[in-house]
């Protein structure tokens, strides 16, 4: 696949990351996709080091979606343990 339908899949693997677990968080648009982009690519590692698939094998692949998906989530619930406590003391 091309850098522009990674960059596509990314988008949209990052929104659906963050539907699945809405709440704040201290970035926005751009950190989303981004956290959509490496998610889909340690999606795709993990699922080849972990279950020994090719899960990245095409756009229209569900297996292509559920790997970036899943990939995004871990990303976003890394991102928002680390970056999570320091916007609560910015406040105090």
């Given amino acids: 696949m091309g850098i522009i339908a ?3 899949i990314g988008l949209i693997a990052g929104a ?3 539907a699945l677990l809405p709440g704040r968080d201290p970035g926005g648009i751009i950190i989303t996709m981004l956290i ?6 340690l999606g795709g590692w993990l699922g080849k ?12 692949d569900l297996s292509t979606w559920v790997a ?3 990939g995004s989530v871990i990303l976003l619930l890394i991102y928002r343990a680390v970056t999570g406590n320091r916007s609560s003391h910015r406040h105090a």
């Fill in 6 to 8: 990674w960059i596509l």
């Fill in 16 to 18: 659906i990351a963050k």
């Fill in 36 to 41: 959509g982009v490496a998610g889909g690519l």
């Fill in 49 to 60: 080091v972990i279950f020994g698939v090719d899960s990245i094998d095409g756009f229209f």
């Fill in 68 to 70: 970036a998906i899943i």
